[in-house]
């Protein structure tokens, strides 16, 4: 028995630990399964709540700040994840548009489990009216005084043509600049639009802050067909009003008098 123990010793203090090698890593992103999935491109659709299935195991990563939905929502959607499916769910409260195709992209929030390669084109669209609309407007938002290319950028389009419907209300479509300033929003159907950039610090689509900067054109735009060659837009914060800061009598007949800035 003594010399059994002393056997099963020394294989154990011989022994080598080591990791398992595995394959090639995965690089595949995870793939929508159609056959599961809600079907994609619907039309005259007022459904509440529609589903993603994948063909692997995913996970969701702040799906809410990173899906993008144009036309905007009123309410915040619920976003779940069950096994291999992403659940998506209007609020009861949100009326959809009339007419309008919506598009929704999850952007890099869907990954799989593994590696975190994300999810290949995770976008739906649906139209609350009888066609799927496909016309594309491309947009490049630079700084007006420096000329340089602006990164999360709004830009927004009104088919409200009133000269203040973008302090009031939400646009129709709307879609963030990349790092090289550039943005294309999809799904426009034909008509006029006022067209804005804005740099929304309180993410509300509206111009109400003065730290907010700003452009837009001075008419509106009609889009009748896809537009591929950027449209450039120059950003600009909003000239603050003139202010007295403060008064000094130096002496009899001279007064000095400063402002936020020159007057």
């Not at 799906?63 to 619920?78: A, D, G, H, Q, V």
């Not at 709004?154 to 479509?173: C, G, H, I, Q, R």
Request: with cysteine.
């Amino acid at each position: 028995f003594i010399w059994v123990l002393l056997g099963c010793l020394l294989l154990s203090s011989c022994a080598q630990v080591g990791v398992l090698q595995g394959g090639k890593k995965d690089e595949t992103p995870p793939k929508i399964d159609s056959l599961i999935s809600t079907p994609n491109n619907r039309t005259n659709v007022n459904s509440a709540s529609f589903q993603l299935a994948f063909n692997e195991w995913i996970k969701l990563d702040d799906p809410i700040n990173k899906t993008t939905i144009s036309p905007p929502l009123k309410y915040r959607p619920k976003i779940d994840l069950k096994g291999r499916t992403v659940k998506f769910s209007f609020d009861e409260k949100e009326i959809l548009k009339k007419d309008v195709t919506y598009h929704i992209n999850f952007g890099e929030s869907i990954k799989d489990l593994t590696e975190g390669n994300v999810a290949e084109k995770p976008d739906f669209i649906f139209a609350t009216g009888p066609k799927i609309d496909t016309i594309s407007a491309q947009f490049r938002v630079v700084d007006a005084v420096t000329g340089g290319l602006l990164e999360k950028i709004k830009v927004e389009m009104y088919d409200n043509l009133e000269d203040t419907a973008f302090t009031k209300e939400l646009p129709l479509y709307f879609a963030y600049t990349d790092k090289n300033g550039l943005c294309t929003i999809k799904n426009i159907r034909e008509g006029k639009y006022h067209i804005f950039a804005l740099n929304d610090k309180n993410q509300n689509y509206q111009f109400d802050l003065p730290t907010e900067s700003i452009a837009f054109f001075d008419s509106a735009k009609k889009i009748k067909k896809n537009i591929e060659k950027p449209i450039f837009i120059k950003l600009t914060k909003e000239r603050p009003k003139t202010k007295v800061i403060n008064r000094t009598f130096v002496h009899d007949g001279l007064i000095k008098i400063n402002f936020n800035q020159e007057p």
